[in-house]
């Protein structure tokens, strides 16, 4: 703590004049007997005084100089402790936000929301490569889509394109060694040592995130698709027929159902194996995905029977969906080693009537057309035109 400030200057030196006043005898008195001890032993007291007060004076300049630089540098290291907190909390901030982030739109908005605070002042890019081209995920400053290839290019080894050339500094985004994208910062002002660390971490974060969101979309398929056919599974099918149902009664827009079932595929699978069977509901399901619309649900409902869930489509229209399917897996038989394995379905079709609400009345019903349409020689189309009641379609 300073006793005396810059201000006290004044103070100081009339005091010490007040001083030098008071005692000027006895240290006139003081100077005389060092004179006599001078003279009586032969020494030097007063220029050894003076070297020693020298001496102390710049002892002490240097020791506050010093002194003074260990507190500026303290001060800086505060500074820059400070910085690198507020920055790491921004990376954290980052690291939070993906982690929420299963999907690449969620992604995305994390990616343009925290990404430009971690370099204030730069322009920051992130390109994806999916199979052989480029994708921007976040684009803040002027960079041309053809500069950012080019850079991200040349950064993860491939081929760059021709065009303008950029001094964007990269950072790679990799999964397991395998490139998936690249970061890119405008070049001014040049980036600290540390905000190149944090942007290395901020492109492995991005790629760990997305290869995440990737896993994410397959468990989600894996859980509600089946896998040999790639329909969706029968849980899958209910919970979205239930959704659909409740839309047609709001918007009294029809809905219809059709459920078919492949003709003596115990035969199948007894005289050719499993394996052939296997290849039978993958050939079905593929049929499936050809013919009808990508909005229609798929659905394997259980063991060699499925289902369609037609939506804003009349009877008439499920009929007509029905018949179509029918020729077209009638008129793909499987070939399986050095044979032809003829294959056909029965179906049953059945709309959504007033009143209905349970959906699984709703596939009883189709599933009782199915049931005459096997009843009456298979490969052919039975519509349930009401509850309770079967109509017949040749």
Known sequence: MRVFGRNDLLLVAGLTAALVVV??????????????????????????????????????????QEMRGRALAADAAAREATERASDMSRLVALGQALARSLDAESIRAAAAAHLPLLVPGHGIWVMLRIGSDWTSLVVVGDSSPAQREAAACRLLGFPAPGGLPSDDVCFPMLVADTPVGAVGVSPAPALTTHQESMLAAAAALLAVSLRNAELFREIRENSVRDSLTGCANRTHMLQVFEAELARARRSRLPLSLVMFDLDRFKQINDQHGHLAGDAVLAAVGARMRAVLRGGDLKCRYGGEEFLIVLVDTPLSGAQHVAETLRKDIEGHPLSWNTETIPVTASFGVTAVEPGDEDPLTIVARADEALYLAKQDGRNCIRVAASAGSVALRR
């Open 23 to 64: 005692f000027s005898k006895p240290v006139a008195r003081l100077f005389d007997v060092a004179r006599a001890v001078e003279q009586a032993r032969g020494l030097h007291l007063l220029p050894a005084l003076a070297i020693l007060a020298f001496v102390f004076i710049l002892h002490q300049t240097w020791k506050r």
